[in-house]
C-alpha cells in the first residue's frame, strides 16, 4: 500500500510515558481515504492514545504519524478537515446547541452568516434542528451526541476520528446512531476511525477492524468485513455477522491468554 | 410566583414573625426595663425617631460594603487571572494570599488607618482585604476547572489564547466565581463594620458601627438595636442581591440554578 496515497499513515509510532508505562508498542496503520477503521479491544490497549496521537492532541514518543501527508499539528488552517468526536458529548454547558455546533466555525474565523447557515445544514444531518435553541441539559443523551456530531461535521471534514461515542448509551439508541453514522459515512464520502470496545458495534460498522490488546498495548492482527454486505437489521442476526464476531473474539482472547501465559 | 417560590418566602417571614411575638410578649409579660432589653416595638419606634441619624449611618456602611466588594472582585478576579496565567506565579504568591486570609483585620486596621490619609479610603481597604480571599481562590479554581475534552476541541481548532479564555474559560468559572461573591458579599459588610469599630471616630462620615458605640457609651440600648437590626437586614439583602445576580447569569444553564421539573 502506498503510505502517500493514505489519508493516514501510522509508522511504527508508540507512546511510553514518562514514568516508564508502555501504553502502546510500535504500531503502523495506514488508512485509506474512505475506508471505515475500527480500533478494537479492551480498556489499557491504546485505543484512545493511538487515536489521540492521529488528531495531533498527543506526541508519539518514537515513530512517525502523517495525515494527508502532514504532521497532524502541521495541518495548514484551510486543509483542517480533520474532526474529533469524544467519549462523552462535551458540549459547552452555557451556550445553546446552535452556539456549540458553531464553535469550530467561530474559532476559524468563518463569517457569521455562513456560519448560521451551516449550523443549520449540520443539524438538519443529525435530524436535530428544532433544538437548536435548546441548551444541552435540556437534551436525553442520545440527542446531546447527535448535536455533537453535528459540531464535528459542520467544518466538513474528510476524516472523522471518534472515540467511543456512543459508549455511555443504551444499545437502542447506540444502534440508531451506528445507522445514521453508517448512512453519513456514505453519503459523505469520509473517513471514519472509530474507537470501540463492543465486538458487534466494530463488525456493524468497519470495512476493516484492528483488534488491539492490553499491557502492553498493541495491534494484534486486522480483520477486514466484507463490504459489499448491506448493514441492516438482517446482517446484526446473519451467520456471517456471527462468523466475524466469533473471529474478533477468537482474537481478542487468545491476545489476552498470551499475555497471561507470558507472565505466568 | 411559583407555590415553591411562596413557600420559600412565606416560611422564613413566618419564623421572623412568631420570633418577634415571643420577644414582644417576654419583655411586656416580665416587664423587661427597656434599657436592658427593648421590645421589637421600641426598636422599630426608634428606628423611625433616629431615622434621619441611622438612615445616613447605614448610606455610609453601605457605601463602603459596596466599593470594598467592588474593589475585591476588581482585584480578585485580576489575581485569579494572573495565577492560572502561569503555575509560576501561582505557587510564589498563593501563600501570601492564604496570608491575606487568616491575619485578623482587627490587628492590622490601626495600621491602615496611620498609613491612609482618608477614613474612608483606609475602610474599603480593611473591609477589601477581608473581602477578597474567596473571590481569589474561588475565581482560580473555577478558571482552572475546564472541561478537558472541550479543552482538546479548542485545541483541535487552533484557537487562540484568548479565544480560550474568553469563550472557555471565562464561562466554566462563572458558576464558581458567583459561589465567591456571595461570600465576599457577607465578608464585606463584616469587613466595613469591624474596620469602623477600629477606626472610632477618626472618620467625618460615621457609620453604624459608630453608632452603636455611641448608643452603647450613652446606654441608648433601642438605639444599638436598631443599628443592629438595619445592618442584619442590610446583610439579608446583599445575600439576595448576589444570588438573584447569580441566577441572572446561570440560570440558563448552571445545574446550581436551575429547578428540577
Avoid at chain 1, 451467520?239 to 482472547?253: C, I, M, N, P, V
Avoid at chain 2, 476541541?153 to 474559560?169: D, E, G, I, S, Y
Amino acid at each position: 500500500m502506498n503510505s502517500e496515497a493514505s489519508a493516514v499513515a501510522v509508522q511504527s509510532a508508540e507512546k511510553t510515558y514518562a514514568n516508564g508505562t508502555r501504553a502502546l508498542l510500535p504500531v503502523s496503520l495506514n488508512v485509506q481515504q474512505g475506508e471505515f477503521v475500527t480500533l478494537l479491544g479492551p480498556s489499557g490497549c491504546g485505543k484512545s492514545t493511538l487515536l489521540n496521537m492521529v488528531a495531533g492532541l498527543l506526541a508519539p514518543s518514537a515513530g512517525r504519524i502523517s495525515v494527508w501527508g502532514e504532521s497532524p499539528n502541521a495541518l495548514s488552517h484551510a486543509k483542517q478537515r480533520m474532526s474529533f468526536v469524544f467519549q462523552e458529548a462535551t458540549l459547552m454547558p452555557w451556550a445553546r446547541v446552535a452556539a456549540n455546533v458553531r464553535l469550530p466555525l467561530d474559532l476559524q474565523g468563518v463569517n457569521r452568516p455562513e456560519a448560521d447557515q451551516r449550523v443549520i445544514d449540520a443539524l438538519k444531518l443529525v435530524g436535530l434542528e428544532k433544538f437548536s435553541d435548546a441548551y444541552p441539559r435540556e437534551l436525553s443523551g442520545g440527542m446531546q451526541m447527535r448535536a455533537s456530531i453535528a459540531r464535528s461535521l459542520v467544518t466538513d471534514p474528510s476524516l472523522l476520528l471518534m472515540d467511543e461515542p456512543f459508549g455511555a448509551l443504551d444499545e437502542i439508541t447506540r444502534n440508531r446512531l451506528d445507522d445514521e453514522l453508517l448512512t453519513l459515512w456514505r453519503s459523505k464520502g469520509l473517513t471514519v476511525i472509530f474507537v470501540t470496545h463492543s465486538i458487534h458495534e466494530a463488525v456493524y460498522l468497519s470495512s476493516r477492524v484492528v483488534v488491539m490488546a492490553a499491557r502492553p498495548g498493541r495491534v494484534v492482527e486486522e480483520v477486514m468485513i466484507e463490504p459489499t454486505i448491506p448493514r441492516d437489521d438482517a446482517f446484526r442476526v446473519s451467520t456471517e455477522f456471527a462468523g466475524y464476531a466469533k473471529r474478533l473474539q477468537d482474537s481478542l482472547l487468545r491476545a489476552s491468554v498470551s499475555v497471561d501465559e507470558a507472565l505466568a | 410566583m411559583t407555590r415553591d417560590g411562596v413557600q420559600r418566602l412565606l416560611l422564613p417571614l413566618g419564623v421572623a414573625l412568631l420570633l418577634v411575638g415571643v420577644w414582644q410578649w417576654w419583655v411586656t409579660a416580665y416587664d423587661i426595663p427597656a434599657f436592658l432589653v427593648p421590645s421589637p416595638l421600641v426598636v422599630a419606634q426608634t428606628l423611625v425617631k433616629d431615622w434621619s441619624l441611622l438612615g445616613a449611618a447605614l448610606a455610609v456602611t453601605l457605601k463602603v460594603t459596596f466599593l470594598a466588594l467592588i474593589c475585591s472582585v476588581l482585584l480578585g478576579v485580576a489575581i485569579a487571572f494572573a495565577f492560572v496565567q502561569s503555575k509560576w506565579i501561582e505557587t510564589a504568591f498563593f501563600p501570601y494570599a492564604v496570608l491575606l486570609q487568616v491575619t485578623p483585620i482587627v490587628a492590622i486596621a490601626p495600621l491602615i488607618i496611620i498609613w491612609v490619609q482618608s477614613p474612608t479610603a483606609s475602610l474599603v481597604i480593611c473591609a477589601t482585604l477581608v473581602a477578597l480571599f474567596p473571590i481569589i481562590a474561588n475565581t482560580t479554581l473555577g478558571l482552572r476547572s475546564v472541561n478537558r475534552g472541550l479543552q482538546s476541541l479548542f485545541k483541535m481548532n487552533r484557537a487562540t489564547r484568548w479565544q480560550t479564555l474568553v469563550r472557555l474559560r471565562i464561562p466554566s468559572a462563572l458558576p464558581y466565581f458567583f459561589g465567591g461573591l456571595r461570600i465576599s458579599s457577607g465578608l464585606a459588610l463584616i469587613g466595613a463594620v469591624v474596620a469602623e469599630f477600629v477606626v472610632g471616630t477618626g472618620g467625618t462620615g460615621t457609620g453604624l458601627a459608630y453608632q452603636i458605640l455611641q448608643a452603647g457609651y450613652q446606654l441608648n440600648i433601642p438605639r444599638m438595636f436598631a443599628a443592629l437590626v438595619l445592618i442584619t437586614l442590610t446583610g439579608v439583602v446583599l445575600f439576595a442581591l448576589m444570588g438573584a445576580l447569580s441566577k441572572w447569569a446561570l440560570g440558563s444553564w448552571h445545574e446550581s440554578e436551575t429547578t428540577v421539573s
